[in-house]
T-cell receptor, first 113, second 111 residues
Framework: GESVGLHLPTLSVQEGDNSIINCAYS??????FIWYKQESGKGPQFIID?????DKRQGQRVTVLLNKTVKHLSLQIAATQPGDSAVYFC????????????FGTGTRLQVFP | GAGVSQSPRYKVAKRGQDVALRCDPI?????LFWYQQALGQGPEFLTY????????KSGLPSDRFFAERPEGSVSTLKIQRTQQEDSAVYLC?????????FGPGTRLTVT
């Protein structure tokens, strides 16, 4: 079935470096994508979203890129900090009468000094 | 401000017992969602409410799972005759528009 997936299950980066987390989606009709951060024992926390009529959106230290041609989504974190260590999920909003989210399996980001 | 709250945070049930999980959404949020998250996996959709109407329950894994939101605010997810495979974190989310705000979840362990 159609789903959202991730290329890398674990990403280790040095503090201060930039991080890039990737995601592939398969539903070409999806028009809204979200990145969530989940720390241990907590619920997913919204980071940034993007609609399909955009290819880039920036927030504070984060940028989301959307490539609809290859159905690829990425999250870039600038100057990664220890507090960024968590599991990151991309999610796809299916729309079409329901706003349910389809999540990928997640990428664990580990930041070391 | 107050976010989405869920109770209990942890629940241990013996196989065959019934459980009820509560979600208090953000005040005024029309939409409410339940997700199930297995260990090491992403959340999976269970059901969706718009006010008191359950518009989508396609993700409920069996007829042992039942959700309600009678007054369009607080919601309860009930699992009857729990099985070991029901062990997971159950997440509730609410939204007013596109962005869904998640609660901390209830970790259910069935022994």
């Amino acid at each position: 079935g159609e789903s959202v997936g991730l290329h890398l299950p674990t990403l280790s980066v040095q503090e201060g470096d930039n991080s890039i987390i990737n995601c592939a989606y398969s539903n070409s009709a999806s028009d809204y994508f979200i990145w969530y951060k989940q720390e241990s024992g907590k619920g997913p926390q919204f980071i940034i979203d993007i609609r399909s009529n955009m290819d880039k959106r920036q927030g504070q230290r984060v940028t989301v890129l959307l490539n609809k041609t290859v159905k690829h989504l990425s999250l870039q974190i600038a100057a990664t900090q220890p507090g960024d260590s968590a599991v990151y999920f991309c999610a796809e909003n299916m729309g079409a009468g329901t706003d349910k989210l389809i999540f990928g399996t997640g990428t664990r980001l580990q930041v070391f000094p | 401000g107050a976010g989405v709250s869920q109770s209990p945070r942890y629940k241990v049930a013996k196989r065959g017992q019934d459980v009820a999980l509560r979600c208090d959404p953000i005040s005024g949020h029309v939409s409410l969602f339940w997700y199930q998250q297995a260990l090491g996996q992403g959340p999976e959709f269970l059901t969706y409410f718009q006010n008191e109407a359950q518009l989508d329950k396609s993700g409920l894994p069996s007829d042992r799972f039942f959700a309600e939101r009678p007054e369009g605010s607080v919601s309860t997810l009930k699992i009857q005759r729990t099985q070991q495979e029901d062990s997971a974190v159950y997440l509730c989310a609410s939204s007013l528009a596109d962005e869904q705000y998640f609660g901390p979840g209830t970790r259910l362990t069935v022994t």
